[in-house]
Structure formats: structure tokens, C-alpha cells
């Protein structure tokens, strides 16, 4: 009886303790209800990052990977799926990528703090991921910096090579020879100075001088434009009275445009009916001369036979006034002529 009780008492002892451990560990991985909220991250490169990194929101712990694997949908990118506590709050515009603490240390997923006014993400959705700049990528961006660097040191060579070259001629150009010729040509060039200098000195006296001499002419026009602009003050200030007079007619005149507008517009109004009036009228006098033309002309033609008549009758009573008596056929009688009646004598 007393075996049994010892058997019993060790197997609840076992039990105490496994559910004690259990508990332990699930305490060191985060508790049971806290990892529900997961996520997935996409990335190039993962890192070495494996199941069980942990996942830090601002440096703290807020969960771990759950998984890493090749993205099913596209084979070029890997996908991490991670488990972070509930009151994780992370954002839409939290930014993940794969860091380390120190050189010596695993990689880890770090998750940005977002902004304020960004809504929390929600449970699975997949968060926005920055690839990270590691040894393996610093590699690759070396090499590909190597072939510039080449490049860069043959221009460095050849610019090398062509410095050399003009060392070599400066040398040459600069030898005792050289050097004296340029000495001699220094030492003619201080001569031809000084020589020049006694020169130099008596050119600017006699510029003094000119100037000088010229001083009281230029004083002298100074005054005659000073006496002028003088005596061309009164002509401007009439000027400026008649622009001022003009300026006022002008405004009298506008004034008086203004007021009488109405009635230069009717007047204006008046005279086109008048023109429009006149223009029907003669419009109507060339019809009617177009209408009596024909006897316009047979009128012409009469006065002008009448004016004929008149002109030959004018002329017969001039050169025989007893025409208009005895008629134009009776033989006009001479002095002392008697006439017989029955025509003798």
C-alpha cells in the first residue's frame, strides 16, 4: 500500500515538474495568447535569418519568425512570416529589414516605429521591408566598383606618363643655357624700364601742363552753359505754363465732350438720316432722268433749232431791218426811185 502511495507521489511529482518546465518555456518564448498576430516580409535577401529570430519593434522584443521560405508566387524574393505580440503596435508605414546588434551577433528582423497618424496594421497583412546593407552586399558593390577603379587608375597612369613628359621638357626648356638667355632678357627688360621711366615722368608733366592750360577753358564753357541753362529756365517755365493752359483746354474740352454727348449723338443720328434721305433722292432723280432721257434730247433739239431761227432771223433784220414790214422777198428801194402804181414809172 505504502509502494503504491511513493508511486503515486513520484508521478505527481514527475507531473508538477514537466507542467513547471513547460510553463517556463513558454514564458521565455513570449506566452501563449501574446504570439497570435502574425505578418509576412518579403526580401532579396535573407539574411541567415532562421525560424526562431527574434523580431524587434524599436529595439524591443515583440516577437519571433515563424517561418522563411522561398515565395511560392515569385521564386526571385523570400518570404518570412513572423508572430509579435497583440499589443505590438505596429503601423502600415512600419518599415522591416534584417540587422544585427553588433558584428559578432545573428541577424535579427528590426521593425520601425512608423508615424503617429498611420493606421495599425492589421493581423497577416504583409508590412513594407528595406533591404539591408551587409557584408554580401558591400562585396557586391565592390566588384562592381572594380572595373571603374581600373579604369581610374590607367587615366591616373597615363596622366602620370604625360606629367613625366612636361617634367622632362620644363627641364629641358630650363637648362644653364635657357636660363641665361632669360636672365640677359629680365636684365633688358629692367633697362628698357628705367630708360623708359624719365620718359614716362615727362609725358605726364606735359599732360599737367596741357591740362593746366586747359582748366580755364573748361571753366570758361562750364559758365556759358551754366548762363545758358539760365536763360533757358524762363523758355521752360513758359513751357511748362502753356503745357499746363493746354492740358486744362483739353480737360474743358472733354468735360464739355461729356456733357454733350447726347446731343452730339443725335445730332450725329439727324445728319445720317439726312445723308440716307439725300442718297433716296438722288436715287429717284437719276431714275427719272433715266426714264425722260428720250425727251429730254427731242427738248434739246428744239431749243437748239429755235436758237438757230432766232440767230438767222437776228442776223436778216441786222443786215435788212424793213424785212420786219415789207417782207424778206421785196427789192429794197433806192433814194429818189418813185414807183409807179401797177409797177411803172
Partial sequence: MEVNRERTLVGLFVLIAGGLLFGTLLALSGGVGNLAVSHRIYFKFAGGVQPGAPVRFGGLTVGKVTRVRVDPANSTRIEIVIAVNKDAPLKTDSVAKITALGPLTD???????????????????ILQSEEAFGLPQLSDAAQTMVPELQNALQKLNHNLDGLQVTIARANDLLNDGN?????SSLSGVAQTVAEARPKVADSLDNLNGMLADARPKVSASLTNVQQLTAKLDPVLEDLKTATTRANETLAHVDATLIENRGDIRASIAGLRETVATSSILLDQFNQMLDQNSDNIDDLLENMRMTAE??????????????????????ADRQPGEIRKQGGKK
Fill in 107 to 125: 541577424n535579427y528582423v528590426e521593425i520601425s516605429t512608423g508615424s503617429e497618424g498611420a493606421p495599425p496594421a492589421q493581423p497577416g497583412s
Fill in 179 to 183: 636660363r641665361t638667355n632669360i636672365a
Fill in 309 to 330: 431761227n432766232l440767230r438767222a432771223l437776228t442776223e436778216t433784220v441786222a443786215r435788212s431791218p424793213a424785212s420786219l414790214i415789207r417782207g424778206v422777198k421785196v
